[in-house]
């Protein structure tokens, strides 16, 4: 089971950036996949997260109207568009894969992180 992030990195105020989530290895299509986040010194957050393909996504207020949460079943990858991105959207982004395994629950996987880093 992999996860593998990619598209951090340093961006103006304002700016756009696309992360991008290539899975492989487990069961892209029945998973529920999210992006996280986390800033120095502070825990780890919930940013945006995608229930399956015919559910809208949800996010988190202080993203809401800004990023785009997408998943594509057929190429096992999930984008987050981040437009309007402001200084405390700095952090490592981290993508999440809970796959169901039926009355045993869920088995999580997580990526690796990419750093995301707004400043002028």
């Known amino acids: 089971e992999q996860l593998l992030e990619s598209g951090g990195g340093l961006v103006q105020p304002g700016g756009s950036l696309t992360l991008s989530c290539e899975a492989s290895?487990?069961?892209?299509?029945?998973?529920?996949m999210s992006w996280y986040r986390q800033a120095p010194g502070k825990e780890r957050e919930l940013v945006a997260r995608?229930?399956?393909?015919?559910?809208?996504?949800t996010y988190a207020d202080s993203v809401k109207g800004r990023f785009t949460l997408a998943r594509d079943n057929d190429k096992d990858t999930l984008t987050l568009l981040m437009t309007n991105l402001k200084p405390e959207d700095t952090a490592v982004y981290y993508c999440?894969?809970?796959?169901?395994?039926?009355?045993?629950?869920?088995?999580?996987?997580w990526g690796q992180g990419t750093q995301v880093t707004v400043s002028s």
């Open positions: 999440k894969a809970e796959e169901p395994m039926g009355r045993f629950g869920t088995l999580d996987y």
């Open positions: 290895g487990f069961s892209f299509r029945r998973s529920v």
């Open positions: 995608s229930q399956d393909v015919q559910t809208t996504p």
